[in-house]
């Protein structure tokens, strides 16, 4: 799975950050961004809150990413017709989360927790799904 958005700072942070502790088998999770930046304090401090650590996580350019191995990427805003490197094959999913103006601003640690908790529950049935759509060895 390859979360990627304009940055690599907030959203795509917070949903590769958001299933490191339920990760399905055999599922490798990735983040990036057309032009990362860093990932803002309050979006590390709201993760924390949850009990998930950020910590080794950075932005990252899909340079970083192994895009070959990738089957599906969830895109915040129009991340995808940003770039032209996704792979054919695989499958494109758009999360309409708007982008942060602020994420350093004293009332953005409110708005952040309310992304969160949405990307949180996204997640959540992402991977749902994707268990349930996994062949099971015999």
Known sequence: FLFLSKDNACWSQTAEAAPKHLPPPRTRIFSAGVKPGGIPAQV?????????????????SLADVPIQDIDLVVTFGDADERCGHLPQHAKIERW???????????????????HRDEIDKRVFALFLDHWRNTPRPS
């Open 44 to 60: 590390v401090q709201a993760m924390q809150e949850l009990g998930i650590s950020m910590s080794g996580q950075k932005s990252k």
């Open 96 to 114: 309409p989360i708007a982008a942060t103006a602020n994420a350093e601003s004293a009332s953005a640690l409110s708005v952040i927790r309310d």
